[in-house]
């Protein structure tokens, strides 16, 4: 059955949710001991004086914005698995809501921005430390936030067809491997059969 799409307004959940959303954040500097990285309290009033206008579109940007720096913030500070899972439930809960009330794109945060799948690819990967070791090694050596290119080259070479298909959310895995080894495969292509095709070509042995 099709979603029920409400003409209400969604101001209570917009609170709940962004409550959820920002003592995760909060929470994770705590627990870290680092300074917090961002103005929450600014925020909030802001989103405050959106929701007072019924602004609820320009409240969807902007949620989308503050998530995608949150998502890059915990990169940058490699944040742990644990944490990440306390975010990433507040992002599914964000999801809900746009699904829920007429006012909203209903974007998939976790697909819309380059930093939420960068996100998303570092969660996966130390939560599962073992499986995607290299691509912790990337993460953890690196002073800045790894390329996609970067994490395509070690997920092609590492066989990490789950990571090429969350790249492929924001950015052309098939286009870049095409450019780089005189391939020719479609937009969209799965990972399993880039790498599969480019192990029987014998192009991953360089």
């Given at each position: 059955m099709p979603k029920c799409i409400s003409d209400e307004a969604?101001?209570?959940?917009?609170?709940?949710?962004?409550?959820?959303?920002k003592t995760a954040f909060n929470n994770t500097y705590?627990?870290?001991?680092?300074?917090?990285?961002?103005?929450?309290?600014?925020?909030?009033s802001h989103l405050n004086k959106l929701q007072s206008e019924k602004n609820y579109q320009e409240i969807e940007k902007q949620i989308v914005i503050i998530i995608g720096q949150m998502c890059r913030f915990y990169i940058q500070n490699k944040i742990g698995a644990y944490n990440c899972h306390i975010l990433d439930v507040q992002i599914k809960r964000w999801n809900k809501v746009t699904e829920k009330y007429k006012f909203f794109e209903k974007q998939d945060v976790r697909t819309v921005?380059?930093?939420?799948?960068?996100?998303?690819?570092?969660?996966?990967?130390?939560e599962n430390e073992k499986k995607y070791h290299n691509l912790v090694n990337l993460f953890n050596n690196k002073n800045t936030i790894p390329e996609f290119s970067e994490i395509i080259d070690i997920s092609l070479k590492s066989n990490y067809p789950t990571i090429l298909d969350k790249i492929n959310n924001f950015f052309c895995v098939s286009s870049y491997i095409n450019e780089k080894h005189g391939t020719k495969f479609y937009k969209n292509t799965n990972g399993n059969k880039i790498i599969s095709?480019?192990?029987?070509?014998?192009?991953?042995d360089l």
């Amino acid at each position: 059955m099709p979603k029920c799409i409400s003409d209400e307004a969604p101001d209570k959940h917009i609170e709940e949710v962004w409550y959820g959303i920002k003592t995760a954040f909060n929470n994770t500097y705590e627990s870290i001991s680092l300074k917090n990285p961002m103005d929450i309290d600014k925020i909030s009033s802001h989103l405050n004086k959106l929701q007072s206008e019924k602004n609820y579109q320009e409240i969807e940007k902007q949620i989308v914005i503050i998530i995608g720096q949150m998502c890059r913030f915990y990169i940058q500070n490699k944040i742990g698995a644990y944490n990440c899972h306390i975010l990433d439930v507040q992002i599914k809960r964000w999801n809900k809501v746009t699904e829920k009330y007429k006012f909203f794109e209903k974007q998939d945060v976790r697909t819309v921005t380059e930093n939420c799948v960068l996100f998303y690819i570092y969660f996966k990967v130390f939560e599962n430390e073992k499986k995607y070791h290299n691509l912790v090694n990337l993460f953890n050596n690196k002073n800045t936030i790894p390329e996609f290119s970067e994490i395509i080259d070690i997920s092609l070479k590492s066989n990490y067809p789950t990571i090429l298909d969350k790249i492929n959310n924001f950015f052309c895995v098939s286009s870049y491997i095409n450019e780089k080894h005189g391939t020719k495969f479609y937009k969209n292509t799965n990972g399993n059969k880039i790498i599969s095709l480019l192990k029987s070509k014998h192009l991953l042995d360089l």
